[in-house]
């Protein structure tokens, strides 16, 4: 399997076509419409086309809608659903309905009404209990607020901090004016509520002794009547608002079970989208339009029929090579392979025209996955988990993948768990050994153990790391032959080759003499020459320094790196045996269990994700380094792409 081939699409069409030609073309699902900007950088071409215009913001603001009326369906109105809930069947045709979507945006409107008049009524009641609780201060005041005196008496509302003593402050204001009398309406954590009465003839003085004590005036601007009937008439009011939004809120609740239409109209609208936003992306010219954009090379006699339908004309032709770079990626794969493919769109994808990396990733990935992992236990909860989801949900695209990859390395993990003796740690014989003392059964058959064999295991990593690394130069060799370089792949792999070949001979202990000095000493000499072909002068002694000092040290890091490989079977494998070892001190089959069962799980969860990213920097890092090319652009055909439902396949 590789990198799928693309062809490059320019198409002329009549403008009255364009809407069921973009409906064919979705169905085919095998064309991305490029952005026409090198087109109009032509005169010829810009003299004669323009940018077509679409309803892209229209549809934009119904999905926005959508998503809005199923947030608030969410949140005010759930609805009890299995988590594990399969998707619902639908023919393209029903999908694709625009009165189903209208209909569905309709209802979206209807619910974010509702909300938004409840929300209102909300605000509304806050409001009014917040004017409710600024007048109970002056609950107790039997004057109307609005009543500033008589002709010789005025009246005044305000507030003291709480922590004055109010009989000193009313004293103190008495002593002051001649005529005048502090009443204490209420009194809170924070102040006191008062009333003053005060013959205007000594106002000033009573005014002055009380601003001594922090005296503010009541806030009570265009409020009329007592503060007793205006509190009445606010709860009333706000209860009233209450009950509104009680019945903006049942209504809503009452919309709750038709959350699926809403759901399945975001689907709807998803491709409503993607057809305007190709619109946009098309050139017109009166009664023409001009389509330029890619095509997956598979599917071209797909595109030939759908076209052939149509008053149109279309080329297809092969990118030059200096378009790699801006040629989209597909890569398809087999079922072993296509997992990878998450790995490899985490990183990036390949430019077109190199190398697809997933087929020489994928047995490295999941072998690895599976040595640092290994047990038994833990691979059956993986491969569980993965045919579980992958037959009850039918995930999609990346999710697919990932539960894809999780059930292969799952298999690998069991493997070698089986290799190591390990179902979740030593768990078999410690309740072995709880049930019975005297079991013979101390251990599980193994090959080999990590906490008996740790060094056999680190040889075994550091020799799956070098294999992975000749591995990447072979790739690399094999790439430059193909592309007309094979002499660069002489010097710049060979070299290495014939040096390990030396070493390999000299650790063998074959010909001391005429032997591996002789390949070391030819290894030594490509590498001076094939580090130093392209340099000039005194250039080429460090061109020669530079090759050997990065050369080596960089592969012996390399390898190295893959000691990780041992360093997570051991710690995964003593993390299990030291908890079943506490909980088989209990000496109590339930405790164990118990105890066994919660560092297990936390085992499991911290490998599970550990174990990927270790994996995935030594494909990146150590294996990708050698030979590949990344930078790819993904692609992205028009395509019927949906969430929450699965189409029909057609007959």
Same mark, same amino acid.
């Given at each position: 399997m590789s990198i799928v081939k693309m062809k490059r699409l320019h198409l002329i069409a009549l403008r009255k076509d364009r809407e069921a030609l973009l409906a064919e073309l979705m169905h085919v699902g095998c064309v991305e419409v490029s952005e026409p900007t090198q087109t109009l950088s032509d005169p010829s071409y810009a003299a004669l086309l323009q940018r077509d215009t679409s309803l892209l913001p229209q549809a934009r603001e119904q999905q926005a809608a959508l998503k809005q009326a199923i947030?608030? #369906?969410?949140?005010?109105?759930?609805?009890?659903?299995?988590? *594990? /809930?399969?998707?619902?069947?639908? =023919?393209e045709e029903a999908l694709l309905s625009p009165q189903a979507l209208e209909d569905a945006v309709a209802l979206a409107g209807v619910i974010n009404d509702q909300a938004k008049a409840a929300a209102a009524c909300s605000a509304r009641a806050t409001r009014l209990e917040a004017e409710r609780l600024s007048l109970t201060p002056w609950e107790d005041c039997q004057l109307p607020l609005e009543e500033q005196g008589t002709k010789t008496v005025s009246v005044f509302l305000g507030t003291v901090p709480s922590a004055v003593d109010f009989t000193a402050m009313a004293g103190a204001v008495e002593e002051a004016a001649d005529a005048v009398q502090v009443t204490l309406l209420r009194t809170d954590g924070q102040q006191h509520a008062v009333e003053v009465l005060v013959?205007?003839?000594?106002? =000033?003085?009573?005014?002055?002794?009380?601003?001594?004590?922090?005296?503010?005036f009541a806030q009570m601007k265009g409020v009329t009547g007592t503060a007793a009937d205006n509190i009445r008439r606010l709860e009333a009011e706000k209860q009233a608002a209450e009950k509104e939004r009680e019945e903006h809120l049942a209504a809503i609740r009452d919309l709750?079970? @038709?959350?699926?239409?809403?759901?399945?109209? /975001?689907?709807?609208?998803?491709? %409503?989208?993607?057809?305007?936003?190709?619109?946009?992306?098309?050139?017109?010219?009166?009664?023409?339009?001009? #389509?330029?954009?890619?095509?997956?090379?598979?599917?071209?006699?797909?595109?030939?029929?759908a076209l052939g339908r149509y008053d149109c004309a279309w080329d297809l032709s092969d990118p030059d090579?200096?378009?790699?770079?801006?040629?989209? %990626?597909?890569?398809?794969?087999?079922?072993?392979?296509?997992?990878?493919?998450? %790995?490899?769109?985490?990183?990036?994808?390949?430019?077109?025209? /190199? %190398?697809?990396?997933?087929? #020489?990733?994928?047995?490295?990935?999941i072998l690895f996955y599976g040595i640092m992992m290994a047990d038994m236990g833990y691979g059956l909860l993986m491969i569980l988990g993965s045919v579980f989801v992958l037959k009850k949900m039918r995930p999609k695209e990346g999710m697919h993948d990932f539960f894809a990859l999780l059930g292969l390395c799952g298999v690998s993990t069991f493997v070698i768990g089986a290799l190591t003796g390990g179902f979740f740690g030593d768990f078999i014989p410690q309740i072995a050994k709880i049930i019975n003392p005297d079991t013979s059964l101390t251990a599980l058959p193994a090959l080999f153990t990590p906490l008996e064999d740790t060094m056999a295991i680190l040889v075994g990593s550091l020799v799956l790391g070098f294999i992975q690394i000749i591995t990447g130069q072979i790739v690399s060799f094999v790439k430059k032959c193909q592309g007309g370089h094979a002499w660069d792949g002489v010097w710049d792999e060979g070299p290495w080759w014939v040096i390990y070949l030396g070493v390999g001979l000299m650790v063998l202990g074959v010909g001391n003499v005429a032997g591996y000095p002789v390949v070391l000493l030819l290894g030594l000499l490509m590498l001076v020459y094939g580090s130093t072909r392209n340099a000039r002068g005194i250039g080429k002694i460090g061109a020669f320094v530079g090759a050997v000092y990065n050369g080596a040290t960089g592969i012996f890091g390399d390898v190295l790196s893959y000691a990780r490989l041992m360093a997570l079977m051991l710690s995964g494998s003593i993390i299990a045996s030291v908890f079943n070892t506490l909980g088989g001190i209990t000496g109590n089959v339930v405790t164990f269990v118990l105890i066994s069962f919660v560092g297990n799980a936390l085992n499991f969860a911290l490998n599970l994700l550990g174990c990927y990213v270790h994996?995935?920097?030594?494909?990146? #890092?150590?294996?990708?380094?050698? *030979?590949?090319?990344?930078?790819?652009?993904? *692609? @992205?055909?028009?395509?019927? @792409?949906?969430k929450y439902v699965d189409i029909k396949e057609e007959n």
């Open positions: 947030d608030t #369906l969410n949140r005010l109105a759930p609805q009890k659903g299995g988590l *594990f /809930t399969p998707r619902e069947l639908m =023919a013959h205007k003839s000594c106002e =000033a003085q009573a005014l002055e002794a009380l601003r001594s004590y922090g005296f503010a709750g079970g @038709r959350k699926r239409e809403l759901q399945v109209a /975001t689907d709807r609208v998803q491709q %409503v989208i993607a057809k305007e936003s190709a619109k946009e992306r098309l050139l017109t010219g009166g009664a023409i339009l001009y #389509l330029d954009g890619w095509c997956s090379a598979p599917e071209v006699k797909a595109l030939e029929e090579p200096e378009e790699y770079p801006r040629v989209p %990626v597909q890569l398809r794969n087999g079922p072993l392979t296509r997992p990878l493919n998450m %790995v490899t769109n985490m990183y990036a994808l390949p430019v077109y025209g /190199t %190398v697809d990396p997933n087929p #020489l990733m994928a047995p490295f990935f994996d995935l920097r030594l494909q990146c #890092l150590e294996f990708f380094k050698t *030979f590949y090319q990344d930078g790819g652009k993904p *692609f @992205r055909p028009l395509a019927i @792409r949906t």
